[in-house]
């Protein structure tokens, strides 16, 4: 197979990651896997609003309805970010980037026994990027680079682009990208929403909203020998609950970052029956503050600056090392990829000077030279994370702005986003990847970008967006991509947080599963196993 001259050289930039990762993954490929058991995990992202993963804003819904589907690619967990097959065996790319062809498996069935075929991908994939009436697709700016999908044939995908994109493999391979039945879009176009059937490894059994979903393995999945447990359960808790789960062994790992002081408590509990992993990885999950710019004063550059001035990155993020293990400090791209700012460069950056003091003497000579020395805004905020609640409050009062801060679930905080009744909303950029593309895509124009919470229009900006999406030679593209950066920066369409450090407990009886640079690797958790087979 070939792959674009971005894809070849991002592989060797991260190669000495890959190595890592295969070391840490040691465990998993010394050993045959063992079948049987049920795996159980605990999610705390609210319960889901919708099935579908097009129209899925949160991890929350992923996280249950992946191992039901199957997808083109996946994102590869030895060689990320580089991809690997699911539904396609094999692919090329033409030398000039514009033609993707797929050769896929042709021993598919969906868990209704009727055959997957390159028309249900196709249709799947234009179902994500020109959604029918009443179908929402979160990501369908992603894939505006699709001139057309065709099937030629029941074993093969021809994909044509408009213009070459660096990210495009990736970017098939996202989680969201759930194969579906032609045959019953056809019938009901909204099936994806409301009811699960897919072609991936786990069946789907139950689901009780705010206690478990619940999947069960599908005997004719195509990959052989997979996969290797009975099923999974999924369990609806609160993050506190989480970590009671791991401390008295009633779950087999944690999917979020977990503080120094909680994996004391699980270890002291534990013992060897536990290992942490993660303790260096920083995972593309990050955090920031959505600025409103249809709201006055908010449409004014100099007062959204002014906020993103007033937060003191650098110490921020040793108190939050406290609370969670979303601290660490970086800019728009992922730390440490290879197209981010090192530290020093960043500190160069609006908003992540060392000299906090000069920072904000500097706000608030913006915001009286606006006309707003005295602001007043409301911050919607995740009721998940009131700890961000609580820091931005603090930092945007050290200018003089006095913020009430509102708690809203998950359904209220989607509502809010889609209304736009906010100043400011806290939002969680696409985490599944650290390509600029996919993390800078919610500033696409909001008329045709559902996920643009700045709702904001700027034609310079989608140039610059455009611009290193295009970029195929890596230096160049660094480049391109840190011109992109700070442009968002000055502008102050959001107030950055921080980025996560993935330290987590994972049971010692389970296979398949350990450091990891991404939350949103081997979540169809086909070739993850117990040992003992049995309970957590």
């Keep these: 197979m070939t792959t674009t001259f971005f894809s070849q050289n991002l592989f060797k930039a991260s190669s000495g990651l890959a190595l890592a990762l295969s070391a840490g993954l040691s465990f998993a490929t010394a050993e045959q896997p063992a079948r049987g058991g049920t795996l159980v995990i605990p999610i705390h992202w609210g319960e889901p609003a919708t099935f579908d993963c097009?129209?899925?804003?949160?991890?929350?819904?992923?996280?249950?309805?992946?191992?039901?589907?199957?997808?083109?690619?996946?994102?590869?967990?030895?060689?990320?970010?580089?991809?690997?097959?699911?539904?396609?065996?094999?692919?090329?790319?033409?030398?000039?980037?514009?033609t993707y062809q797929f050769k896929l498996h042709t021993n598919v069935k969906f868990h209704d026994g009727t055959a997957l075929t390159a028309t249900d991908v196709k249709v799947s994939y234009d179902r994500l990027r020109n959604p029918p009436a009443g179908v929402v697709s979160l990501r369908k700016s992603m894939f505006e680079d699709i001139k057309s999908i065709e099937a030629p044939d029941a074993a093969t995908l021809v994909i044509k682009l408009n213009a070459p994109n660096a990210a495009m493999l990736q970017l098939l391979a996202m989680p969201y990208a759930c194969v579906y039945s032609a045959k019953?879009?056809?019938?009901?176009?909204?099936?994806?929403?409301?009811?699960?059937?897919?072609?991936?490894?786990?069946?789907?059994?139950?689901?009780?909203?705010?206690?478990?979903?619940?999947?069960?393995?599908?005997?004719?999945?195509?990959?052989?020998?997979?996969?290797?447990?009975?099923?999974?359960?999924?369990?609806?808790?609160?993050?506190?609950?989480?970590?009671?789960?791991?401390?008295?062994?009633?779950?087999?790992?944690?999917?979020?970052?977990?503080?120094?002081?909680?994996?004391?408590?699980?270890?002291?509990?534990?013992?060897?029956?536990?290992?942490?992993?993660?303790?260096?990885?920083?995972?593309?999950?990050?955090?920031?503050?959505?600025?409103?710019?249809?709201?006055?004063?908010?449409?004014?550059?100099?007062?959204?600056?002014?906020?993103?001035?007033?937060?003191?990155?650098?110490?921020?993020?040793?108190?939050?090392?406290?609370?969670?293990?979303?601290?660490?400090?970086?800019?728009?791209?992922?730390?440490?990829?290879?197209?981010?700012?090192?530290?020093?460069?960043?500190?160069?950056?609006?908003?992540?000077?060392?000299?906090?003091t000069a920072a904000r003497k500097e706000a608030r000579r913006l915001l009286a030279e606006a006309g707003h020395p005295n602001l007043k805004l409301v911050f919607s905020n995740n009721q998940a994370f009131p700890y961000?609640?609580?820091?931005?409050?603090?930092?945007?009062?050290?200018?003089?702005?006095?913020?009430?801060?509102?708690?809203?679930?998950?359904?209220?905080?989607?509502?809010?986003?889609?209304?736009?009744?906010?100043?400011?909303?806290?939002?969680?950029?696409p985490?599944?990847?650290?390509?600029?593309?996919?993390?800078?895509?919610?500033?696409?124009?909001?008329?045709?970008?559902?996920?643009?919470?700045?709702?904001?229009?700027?034609?310079?900006?989608?140039?610059?967006?455009d611009a290193q999406k295009r970029e195929m030679d890596p230096t160049k593209r660094r480049a391109r991509v840190h011109e992109l950066e700070s442009y968002i920066l000055n502008q102050g369409y959001a107030i950055p947080l921080f980025w996560q450090n993935w330290t987590r407990v994972i049971s010692s009886d389970v296979g398949g599963v350990g450091d990891m640079p991404s939350n949103f690797l081997k979540m169809d958790l086909a070739d993850v196993w117990l040992r003992s087979g049995g309970k957590p």
């Design 431 to 465: 985490e599944y990847l650290d390509d600029p593309t996919v993390q800078l895509s919610n500033f696409q124009m909001f008329k045709n970008n559902p996920t643009n919470t700045a709702r904001v229009d700027d034609e310079k900006l989608e140039v610059l967006y």
């Design 388 to 429: 961000f609640g609580v820091f931005v409050v603090d930092q945007l009062r050290q200018i003089g702005v006095t913020v009430e801060h509102q708690m809203a679930d998950a359904t209220t905080q989607t509502a809010r986003k889609k209304s736009g009744h906010y100043d400011l909303i806290f939002d969680n950029p």
């Design 54 to 98: 097009a129209a899925a804003g949160s991890a929350g819904v992923v996280m249950r309805i992946a191992p039901h589907y199957s997808s083109l690619l996946k994102l590869d967990p030895d060689r990320y970010p580089e991809v690997k097959s699911d539904l396609a065996k094999s692919w090329t790319v033409s030398p000039d980037g514009l």
């Design 184 to 356: 019953l879009l056809a019938s009901d176009p909204s099936y994806p929403a409301k009811k699960v059937m897919g072609s991936g490894p786990f069946k789907f059994t139950r689901y009780v909203s705010g206690s478990e979903w619940v999947g069960e393995r599908f005997d004719g999945y195509f990959k052989a020998g997979q996969p290797y447990l009975d099923g999974f359960r999924a369990l609806s808790v609160t993050p506190s609950a989480a970590v009671n789960g791991l401390l008295s062994g009633q779950v087999h790992y944690s999917l979020r970052s977990l503080t120094d002081n909680e994996i004391d408590r699980i270890v002291k509990a534990r013992g060897k029956d536990v290992k942490v992993v993660g303790r260096e990885t920083t995972t593309p999950v990050r955090m920031w503050v959505s600025v409103n710019t249809q709201k006055p004063p908010l449409d004014d550059a100099r007062v959204r600056r002014a906020l993103v001035l007033a937060v003191d990155q650098w110490n921020g993020g040793k108190a939050m090392s406290k609370i969670t293990g979303v601290n660490v400090v970086g800019g728009l791209v992922r730390p440490g990829s290879p197209l981010a700012r090192t530290d020093a460069e960043i500190a160069t950056q609006t908003g992540y000077g060392r000299d906090v």
